[in-house]
Every structure is written in C-alpha cells, then in structure tokens.
C-alpha cells in the first residue's frame, strides 16, 4: 500500500514568508509524528498528535510554528514568518497505534531552505 | 528525558568486514530501542527494533541485544555488502516518540 507522502518535496522561500508542509500518513494510521533534521544530524521531535489531538508540542522550537491534524488525517506543519535558521530537512512520519513499541513509517520529506 | 548516544562516524569498511555501530542510552522507564537506516536519496526506514531487555532484534544479516545493564543497543553485522552503505541511526522510546542519536555514516568499499 501508499507511504506516508509529503508535499512539497522542495521548498525554497524568502525570510518573512510563512510555510506550510503537508503529510498525509498511511491509511488508519492513528498517530502522526513532525521530526526537523538538520544535515548530519539525526531527526529531532517537534510534535506529535494521536487522532485529530495534539498530545505534544514541546519540540516545536518558538511560536512561529505550529501543526494541526484537524480530521486525523492529513497534518500541516506551517512556519510564519521564517527565518533562515528555519532551512532543514522536515519529516513526517505515522504508526498504526500510540504506542513505545509500535513502529514508525516516515515520509521522504520536505526540505527547506530559507533565504 | 531520554537521550542516545552513538559512535561517531564516518565509519569505511571494505566489502565482508565486521561492523559494529555502538549505541548507549539514557531513558526513564522501560524504553524500546530502534535502529533506523537512510539509504542515499531516500527516507528513514526501520532496520530492526527490540522492546525489553535482553531482546534481539534482527534483520538483513544486522543484529543489536537491548542490554538493560549496560544501556546499550549496538548495532552488528557479520559480512558487510556494498549495499549496506548508509547512514544508521539509533533511537529510544519510552513513550510515543523516537529520540534519535545523530547517526553514523557507513561506507562499505567494495
């Protein structure tokens, strides 16, 4: 069956713009993971939402970014007013339940890059 | 919270060699433990996972044992093939999500 997708794979934008990622996860996948990874390091959480609910959103590094899953399904990261710090590597991923064991299935990602 | 670390790399390795990528952890409660590779161009993908102490998980000729009492989750294989080159990351869940280590670049020469 489908991956998990994200759009668009490529993004290149000028500081002050806002952004906005798409993930759409694997079918009844219940829970939908945001990583940012910057080059050469491994992915670091952002947020995460089980269903339709945001249950965390300690890594979201400022008020400019924020997520939302609004009919569990479908989640978009969106970015205001970026800034070239901003520029990484955006992955989504999702897992069939919220779960310590349950693995998780990324998408290819968006990469960002802000100038 | 919880936190890994990994061996450094880069790691170069001729084709058929012994690899072994060191992982330790720090976590609260009882965490599983995931390796995830990223071949060149593409996503992360699971390699192998274990979810309590003294598990072995395997998978493409790679084996790691989840060892409780040395915090550690490393990563072997007997026979390295070209095509294993790649980036390996290690990570731990306690609950939901992956902490991941900052992964460690695999080279195998043939």
């Known amino acids: 069956g489908a991956g998990v997708s994200q759009s668009p794979r490529y993004k290149v934008t000028k500081r002050g713009q806002d952004v906005a990622l798409r993930c759409d996860p694997i079918s009844g996948h219940v829970s939908l993971y945001w990583y940012r990874q910057a080059l050469g390091q491994g992915p670091e959480f952002l947020t995460y939402f089980n269903y339709e609910a945001q249950q965390d959103k300690s890594g979201l590094p400022n008020d400019r970014f924020s997520a939302e899953r609004p009919e569990g399904s479908i989640s978009t990261l969106t970015i205001q007013r970026t800034e070239q710090r901003d520029s990484a590597m955006y992955r989504c991923?999702?897992?069939?339940?919220?779960?310590?064991?349950?693995?998780?299935?990324f998408g290819p990602g968006t990469r960002l890059l802000v100038l | 919270g919880n936190s890994v670390t990994q061996m450094e790399g880069p790691v170069t390795l001729s084709e058929e060699a012994f690899l072994t990528i060191n992982c330790t952890y720090t976590?609260?409660?009882?965490?599983?433990l995931f390796w995830y590779v990223q071949y060149p161009g593409e996503g992360l993908q699971l390699l192998l996972k274990a979810t309590k102490a003294d598990d072995k998980g395997s998978n493409k000729g790679f084996e790691a044992t989840y060892r409780k009492e040395t915090t550690s989750f490393h990563l072997e294989k007997g026979s390295v093939q070209v095509s294993d080159s790649a980036v390996y990351f290690c990570g731990t869940s306690s609950y939901d999500k992956v902490i991941f280590g900052p992964g460690t670049s695999l080279s195998v020469i043939p």
């Open positions: 976590a609260t409660g009882y965490p599983s």
């Open positions: 991923a999702s897992s069939l339940a919220r779960a310590r064991e349950e693995t998780q299935y």
